[in-house]
């Protein structure tokens, strides 16, 4: 990444992450609530049964403590940045992942670190929170940071963009539409469909997809937004990924400019920090 070091939105780079309304059921919420309460937090985790309990696995002892696997979760670098019309929190959510490798006849367990990203900021009374990662760590962290939000009160709501709301983001975004995928069409027998070009928004198969599937994901170029062309793309999950360099400033202006009042709109939202069963971590090796 390319930026001021101490300063996380002028650091240029490629994006991808999911935008959650972050809500409190006590009312009020602000991002020095947020740094003071996230920052410096521990979450511990149980491990997977299958490497706890398998006697075969060599267990490094780096690993372990008390003679047990130790598996963390930690929040650090949290820290408001910005200012005037961008105002956010800024903090990085580090996991171990388990996994196992074999050398020399033996199975021997490891842990890796992923590091995820977060951004908080406010547009008007609603808060969000950006997790800037690929859908399958954002939905692992989420499971692991679902107590600690509980526990303060707070809730991640995933929102789900309709059709007509990827619609309108192109319609205001797109100089040319690059890959778009269709789904919910009429026959059972179909569930996608994709168009790959250039500029193919005025053909006629286009519009006719248009008519039969609902819109899912629509990747772009644009100008609307930093310098020259950017191609990004918007999904039905307010996934927003940036396939060009940009800064992260630059990133969450979009999604404040173009996303939140697509959001804004909709009623219905999903709560990921709903009580449920306890926090697992999954194995590194099956995620996608």
Known sequence: MVGTPDNPLTQSSTYSGKVYRLSSTQGSLSLEFLRDQLDGTTIHLDPPSEYEEDDDLIKPDVF??????????????????GDGSLRALSGNIVLDETGSVVFRDDRVLILDTESVRFLSFSDGDDYYMVLIAGRNLVENVLEIIREKLGNLDLSLLE?????????HIADQLAEELLNTTFQDFPQSSINKKYISGRGYQSEPEYQEEKKRGSVRTH??????????????????????????????????????EYLLP?????????????????????????QN
Do not use: C, H, W
């Not at 929102?159 to 619609?167: A, F």
């Not at 310098?227 to 999604?255: F, H, P, Q």
């Not at 697509?262 to 099956?286: L, M, R």
């Open 219 to 256: 990747m772009m170029a644009t100008q609307e937004i930093g310098e020259g062309e950017k191609v990004i793309s918007i999904s039905e999950d307010a996934l927003v990924r940036s396939y060009s360099n940009m800064e992260l400033e630059t990133y969450l202006t979009l999604i404040q």
């Open 262 to 286: 697509q959001i804004s709109k909709q009623s219905t939202v999903t709560d990921f920090t709903a009580p449920g069963d306890q926090s697992t971590v999954n194995d590194f090796a099956d």
């Open 64 to 81: 372990k403590k008390d003679g047990k696997i130790k598996i963390i979760t930690t929040i650090e670098d949290v820290e408001i940045v």
């Open 159 to 167: 929102v789900n963009l309709s059709s007509d709301d990827i619609e």
